[in-house]
């Protein structure tokens, strides 16, 4: 922005280059921070002047003059230079990405994507005017998400009450969200391998813990099924004596369902190492395995403190011994529209989470609307090993492994 070269290029080829650097973990706001006290020759009023001028180009063609003239003006009343910067990154990577082809060389690809005419956008969306401030300064096609939104539509309020008994495995009822139902049904009937099909016969579970209260957020697949714990331990739990404990695990489950859950497991302990148990013991390990999160357990951490900064948030909320592909015609679940929603409400409002991906990353991109993925993408650490999900150093790396561990003490 202040050098030759940068004036002599028109504003497509600078896109490109932007996009190209954002791609490769390019920070904008370090690099500014740092010329500006270089002693630069420009300011951060400056910057803020010409961040406003690219966003606003960005979105509209040159036809546009009068929306390009009142986004450059609301943008500069209403945003400072590191939200500006953060508003252009985002907008410019749902237009412009790279990814490594064949020998690492970078693919170029452009999404033509326009923002809707001001005037236009508040007729069709049935906005007033009092709304320009919150369409100019949000990424293009942003719709805003609140957790009281969240509580009021979530899908799993349907399902909740029936999370009471002592059946954690039924063999007269299913555990689905009416919604979903259509979809599920096509899919387990055409599937001819038995290890792809969806049981039903278990509670669904879309996230364990609350994640909208945990610090670090795992984007998992699907839960997997293990008869020796989904079947056996379950239908153990169900024996007389022992009934009282299923009751506690489907009253906690219930309470994870819409959002009440204190954490990953319950304070109360025979009821945490039963929820630990009929789910294999996965996260929190026992006397023959590790854990998958204990990697990151301080010594002498409480366990309760320890998980409750974690939730974790599946792909498809139903369980199956391996995953078995997409639904009909790519279509989604309804209760996996509204999983997309919550990761969009958590990574526009809640800036200290940290995502952690360990399995499916094509996915829930695909899944993501482009300006959540983008959004999120500087607090998201992908694992370096396709399908293994554990929280270790050659898993992560040195640096997000001890960044997690940061936040985990926090």
């Given at each position: 922005m202040g050098c030759t070269e940068w004036n002599d290029i028109d504003n497509n080829e600078r896109f490109i280059d932007l996009a190209y650097a954002f791609s490769n973990g390019f920070d904008l706001v370090k690099c500014i921070d740092e010329y500006i006290c270089d002693g630069g020759s420009m300011g951060y009023d400056d910057v803020k002047s010409a961040l406003c001028y690219l966003i606003a180009n960005l979105r509209y063609s040159k036809s546009r003059s009068?929306?390009?003239?009142?986004?450059?003006?609301?943008?500069?009343?209403?945003?400072?230079?590191?939200?500006?910067?953060?508003?252009?990154?985002?907008?410019?990577?749902?237009?412009?990405?790279?990814?490594?082809?064949?020998?690492?060389?970078?693919?170029?690809?452009?999404?033509?994507?326009?923002?809707?005419?001001?005037?236009?956008?508040l007729d069709k969306h049935k906005k007033d005017a009092n709304s320009i401030k919150e369409i100019i300064c949000n990424p293009t096609g942003y719709k805003k998400v609140s957790e009281a939104w969240l509580k009021e539509n979530n899908p799993w309020k349907s399902l909740a009450p029936s999370y009471q008994g002592f059946d954690l495995y039924s063999t007269t009822r299913d555990f689905v969200v009416d919604d979903d139902r259509a979809l599920l049904e096509l899919y387990n009937t055409t599937k001819t391998a038995?290890?792809?099909?969806?049981?039903?016969?278990?509670?669904?579970?879309?996230?364990?813990?609350?994640?909208?209260?945990?610090?670090?957020?795992?984007?998992?697949?699907?839960?997997?099924?293990?008869?020796?714990?989904?079947?056996?331990?379950?239908?153990?739990?169900?024996?007389?004596?022992?009934?009282?404990?299923?009751?506690?695990?489907?009253?906690?489950?219930?309470?994870?369902?819409?959002?009440?859950?204190?954490?990953?497991?319950?304070?109360?302990?025979?009821?945490?190492?039963?929820?630990?148990?009929l789910g294999a013991n996965y996260w929190r390990g026992d006397d023959k395995k590790e854990g998958r999160l204990l990697p990151l357990k301080p010594n002498g951490m409480d366990d309760f403190e320890f998980y409750?900064?974690?939730?974790?948030?599946?792909?498809?909320?139903?369980?199956?011994?391996?995953?078995?592909?997409?639904?009909?015609?790519?279509?989604?679940?309804?209760?996996?529209?509204?999983?997309?929603?919550?990761?969009?409400?958590?990574?526009?409002?809640?800036?200290?989470?940290?995502?952690?991906i360990l399995r499916a990353e094509n996915k829930w991109k695909s899944l993501l609307d482009a300006d959540v993925w983008y959004k999120m993408l500087p607090n998201t650490i992908i694992s370096k090993h396709y399908r293994v999900q554990?929280?270790?150093?050659?898993?992560?790396?040195?640096?997000?492994?001890?960044?997690?561990?940061?936040?985990?003490?926090?």
């Open positions: 009068k929306d390009i003239e009142l986004t450059e003006i609301v943008l500069a009343d209403n945003l400072e230079f590191r939200g500006l910067a953060e508003l252009f990154r985002v907008e410019l990577l749902i237009r412009f990405s790279y990814s490594d082809g064949e020998n690492n060389k970078p693919l170029f690809l452009q999404k033509f994507i326009t923002g809707e005419p001001v005037a236009l956008y038995e290890n792809h099909k969806y049981h039903l016969e278990i509670p669904a579970e879309p996230w364990q813990g609350n994640p909208l209260k945990a610090r670090i957020i795992i984007l998992s697949l699907n839960p997997g099924w293990e008869e020796e714990y989904n079947m056996r331990v379950a239908l153990d739990f169900k024996e007389k004596g022992k009934g009282r404990i299923a009751e506690e695990i489907f009253m906690e489950k219930q309470r994870t369902l819409l959002f009440k859950a204190e954490g990953f497991f319950p304070r109360h302990q025979e009821t945490a190492d039963a929820i630990s148990l409750k900064k974690f939730a974790v948030v599946q792909y498809c909320a139903y369980t199956s011994k391996n995953y078995g592909g997409g639904f009909n015609k790519g279509e989604y679940l309804p209760t996996q529209k509204f999983t997309k929603e919550l990761i969009r409400y958590i990574a526009y409002n809640r800036p200290e989470v940290k995502f952690v554990r929280i270790t150093r050659g898993n992560l790396g040195d640096e997000a492994f001890e960044e997690l561990k940061r936040v985990v003490v926090e």
